[in-house]
T-cell receptor
Framework: ETGVTQTPRHLVMGMTNKKSLKCEQHLGHNAMYWYKQSAKKPLELMFVYNFKEQTENNSVPSRFSPECPNSSHLFLHLHTLQPEDSALYLC?????????????FGEGSWLTVV | AQTVTQSQPEMSVQEAETVTLSCTYDTSESDYYLFWYKQPPSRQMILVIRQEAYKQQNATENRFSVNFQKAAKSFSLKISDSQLGDAAMYFCAYRSAPMGNTPLVFGKGTRLSVIA
């Protein structure tokens, strides 16, 4: 049982498709994050939202578009992706973005771009 | 920029034995947080243990403990009485302490196998 739920768990999409990843946290947190985990590379922070406001975009290509309608939900809209975008996308949350707050992760969404 | 290095891509340990996973980091800051996360085959990242840099006492959580050497910028994880369920990828992570938005910086991970 996890306080951070991601759907879908697996997604296969073509390069011309548009799809979205969804994340929901049930922990009452105010900060949410998207991370990308590629094979043999460290986890990469993509986006940070604090109280629904985007506070960080870590030089992510515009084909990834985040949306945070409220503190409990976070989306990652995907369009015209490339095969190298295939990875595990992890959503996470914390009470706030302050450094001492523990970050809790979801189980991830496996994305394959064909 | 801060970096985190895990020099052991893979480790193995016999069940009930003790294993130590290494982590070093590079920073010019004096105040920060360090974490070990576990990622089992389910892929969920689970916090194992955290350490505040201003605390000299090493953090412990049941069978998990750290050896935090601030001067050496080393933060190793010791797992005692290893269990089959400990098999996973383990990631060391660093986070700056100043106020505001600071990202977690992760190492590349160490894959731990537990042999029955």
């Amino acid at each position: 049982e996890t306080g951070v739920t991601q759907t879908p768990r697996h997604l296969v999409m073509g390069m011309t498709n548009k799809k979205s990843l969804k994340c929901e946290q049930h922990l009452g947190h105010n900060a949410m994050y998207w991370y990308k985990q590629s094979a043999k590379k460290p986890l990469e922070l993509m986006f940070v939202y604090n109280f629904k406001e985007q506070t960080e975009n870590n030089s992510v290509p515009s084909r990834f578009s985040p949306e945070c309608p409220n503190s409990s939900h976070l989306f990652l809209h995907l369009h015209t992706l490339q095969p190298e975008d295939s990875a595990l996308y992890l959503c996470a949350s914390s009470q706030e973005v302050a450094s001492g707050n523990t970050i809790y992760f979801g189980e991830g969404s496996w994305l394959t771009v064909v | 920029a801060q970096t985190v290095t895990q020099s052991q891509p893979e480790m193995s340990v016999q069940e009930a034995e003790t294993v130590t996973l290494s982590c070093t980091y590079d920073t010019s800051e004096s105040d920060y947080y360090l974490f070990w996360y576990k990622q089992p085959p389910s892929r969920q990242m689970i916090l194992v243990i955290r350490q505040e840099a201003y605390k000299q006492q090493n953090a412990t959580e049941n069978r998990f403990s750290v050896n935090f050497q601030k001067a050496a910028k080393s933060f190793s994880l010791k797992i005692s009485d290893s269990q089959l369920g400990d098999a996973a990828m383990y990631f060391c992570a660093y986070r700056s302490a100043p106020m505001g938005n600071t990202p977690l910086v992760f190492g590349k991970g160490t894959r731990l196998s537990v042999i029955a």
